[in-house]
T-cell receptor, first 114, second 113 residues
Framework: EPEVTQTPSHQVTQMGQEVILRCVPISNHLYFYWYRQILGQKVEFLVSFYNNEISEKSEIFDDQFSVERPDGSNFTLKIRSTKLEDSAMYFC????????????FGPGTRLTVT | AQSVTQLDSQVPVFEEAPVELRCNYSSSVSVYLFWYVQYPNQGLQLLLKYLSGSTLVKGINGFEAEFNKSQTSFHLRKPSVHISDTAEYFCAVKEAGRRALTFGSGTRLQVQP
């Protein structure tokens, strides 16, 4: 069964550094998403991406964050100048198209900012 | 703004007993409803969904949920749980016309022998 994959599984970075989290969505899916889960808190929506542009974003997704689909298979989340409070599990998800509402999640990348 | 409330943070239950995990939501527009399961050290797996039609929906692993519009609830049930059902369960809501899922805080189901 096709699945969303994410790399790396765990990333440790120093405060102020830039990180790029990578995702490979399910191949025929058209919508891509990033969510995050700070330890002990709810899963929170960050951004959705369709047709090479952001279709929706939350207030969390400020200028520190950016997303990109650099090629036909990868979808990335860049976090500039990381802060301690960026430490979280970051989940990528994808869905088929506008008439399909279910989202399929990857295993997550645990980001630790020291 | 929409919100999702999972009333129980932890539910301990004995193996082969029935279980119900509660979920309530608030929204001013039509919604689509989901339950996801997260096993230890794994990602979120879609358990079941309500999009339209019959209010009783069946999912994987013997789980089912019932959408109650008047109560704004979407409770998850299983008639007989197994040790392997031990996991965290998340209720999620998607408003019509939006892409974002809003999640509840999760319920940890602990199945004891």
């Amino acid at each position: 069964e096709p699945e969303v994959t994410q790399t790396p599984s765990h990333q440790v970075t120093q405060m102020g550094q830039e990180v790029i989290l990578r995702c490979v969505p399910i191949s025929n899916h058209l919508y891509f998403y990033w969510y995050r889960q700070i330890l002990g808190q709810k899963v929170e929506f960050l951004v959705s991406f369709y047709n090479n542009e952001i279709s929706e974003k939350s207030e969390i997704f400020d200028d520190q964050f950016s997303v990109e689909r650099p090629d036909g298979s990868n979808f990335t989340l860049k976090i500039r100048s990381t802060k301690l409070e960026d430490s979280a599990m970051y989940f990528c998800a994808s869905s088929e198209g506008s008439g399909f509402h279910e989202q399929y999640f990857g295993p997550g990348t645990r980001l630790t900012v020291t | 703004a929409q919100s999702v409330t999972q009333l129980d943070s932890q539910v301990p239950v004995f193996e082969e007993a029935p279980v119900e995990l509660r979920c309530n939501y608030s929204s001013s527009v039509s919604v689509y409803l989901f339950w996801y399961v997260q096993y230890p050290n794994q990602g979120l797996q879609l358990l079941l969904k309500y999009l339209s039609g019959s209010t009783l929906v069946k999912g994987i692993n013997g789980f089912e949920a019932e959408f109650n519009k008047s109560q704004t609830s979407f409770h998850l049930r299983k008639p007989s749980v197994h040790i392997s059902d031990t996991a965290e369960y998340f209720c999620a809501v998607k408003e019509a016309g939006r892409r974002a899922l809003t999640f509840g805080s999760g319920t940890r189901l602990q199945v004891q022998p």
